[in-house]
């Protein structure tokens, strides 16, 4: 979200389709195998459900218009094509929209194991699945309100709600961990990480997660795990303002890398 970016999205031709070229299709399918065979056992089932009901094929990208139609009829969510990186304000009322916004261009195989701009790939085979799910649909309408109603100051500390639930969050299901977070969805290496490395992985509580600073271009040292969709929507009928203020005063933990960012 404040990052610029060298890619350019992609726009709709007058028949309210969007064009690739065959090396895109073919990054998009690389990437689609690629995960599918990571995620075996490891995507939550609410992922793999909506990702079967959106139709996801590894030999089309998805039309934006298509995803949007579907998800109507789902849960009343949709999306919305934008440019890669647009303003918190306007990404915040999309979401209280029930509107997801998505960047339509696919990233270059330079950066096909992880890129930092939220790229169709990111957007739509990450994130768009769990728009199937209402309480998901819950949670970002409910986050965009607060991003628009809070104090400026707390912006950036709310987001790390956002960051460590539907982009890097993982799921206990059947007494087993699943990730359904889009980062890990649509990152080779962020899927590998979230499964097998040796970093910390902590139950979700709103105060630790808004004391707990991240990075956007590393592999994350630490995962937080929800018990259900339910709850994480849940989490946020809680006072976040008073949390907010209270995550301030108390100070963030030390970062488990470098400078925080």
């Given at each position: 979200?404040?990052?610029?970016?060298?890619?350019?999205?992609?726009?709709?031709?007058?028949?309210?389709?969007?064009?690739?070229?065959?090396?895109?299709?073919?990054?998009?399918?690389?990437?689609?195998?690629?995960?599918?065979?990571?995620?075996?056992?490891?995507?939550?089932?609410?992922?793999l459900?909506?990702?079967?009901?959106?139709?996801?094929?590894?030999?089309?990208?998805?039309?934006?218009?298509?995803?949007?139609?579907?998800?109507?009829?789902?849960?009343g969510?949709?999306?919305?094509?934008?440019?890669?990186?647009?303003?918190q304000?306007?990404?915040?009322?999309?979401?209280?929209?029930?509107?997801?916004?998505?960047?339509?261009?696919?990233?270059?195989?330079?950066?096909?194991?992880?890129?930092?701009?939220?790229?169709?790939?990111?957007?739509?085979?990450?994130?768009?699945?769990m728009?199937?799910?209402?309480?998901?649909?819950?949670?970002?309408?409910?986050?965009?309100?607060?991003?628009?109603?809070?104090?400026?100051?707390?912006?950036?500390?709310?987001?790390?709600?956002?960051?460590?639930?539907?982009?890097?969050?993982?799921?206990?299901?059947?007494?087993?961990?699943?990730?359904?977070?889009?980062?890990?969805?649509?990152?080779?290496?962020?899927?590998?990480?979230?499964?097998?490395?040796?970093?910390?992985?902590?139950?979700?509580?709103?105060?630790?997660?808004?004391?707990?600073?991240?990075?956007?271009?590393?592999?994350?040292?630490?995962?937080?795990?929800?018990?259900?969709?339910?709850?994480?929507?849940?989490?946020?009928?809680?006072?976040?303002?008073?949390?907010l203020?209270?995550?301030?005063a108390?100070?963030?933990?030390?970062?488990?890398?470098?400078?925080?960012?």
């Amino acid at each position: 979200m404040g990052k610029s970016t060298d890619y350019a999205s992609k726009t709709p031709g007058p028949d309210g389709r969007i064009q690739y070229d065959v090396e895109e299709t073919a990054i998009w399918g690389e990437l689609f195998h690629r995960q599918m065979d990571t995620l075996s056992g490891f995507a939550c089932q609410a992922y793999l459900d909506g990702q079967a009901k959106l139709g996801f094929s590894p030999d089309a990208i998805p039309q934006v218009g298509e995803i949007d139609a579907r998800l109507e009829k789902l849960t009343g969510a949709g999306v919305e094509p934008v440019a890669a990186i647009i303003p918190q304000a306007e990404f915040s009322e999309l979401l209280r929209a029930r509107r997801f916004p998505v960047a339509t261009f696919i990233r270059c195989r330079e950066h096909i194991d992880y890129i930092e701009e939220p790229d169709i790939f990111h957007e739509v085979f990450g994130h768009c699945p769990m728009l199937t799910d209402p309480y998901v649909c819950d949670f970002f309408e409910r986050f965009g309100t607060l991003a628009l109603s809070v104090d400026k100051r707390h912006i950036k500390r709310l987001f790390r709600l956002f960051w460590f639930s539907v982009e890097f969050g993982l799921i206990r299901e059947d007494g087993q961990l699943k990730a359904f977070g889009a980062g890990i969805m649509s990152s080779p290496s962020e899927a590998e990480n979230a499964a097998y490395a040796d970093v910390e992985r902590v139950a979700f509580d709103p105060l630790t997660v808004l004391r707990t600073p991240y990075r956007i271009d590393i592999l994350q040292p630490v995962y937080f795990v929800i018990e259900s969709f339910e709850a994480l929507a849940a989490s946020l009928e809680t006072d976040i303002p008073a949390l907010l203020d209270q995550a301030e005063a108390m100070g963030d933990f030390a970062p488990l890398y470098g400078v925080a960012a």
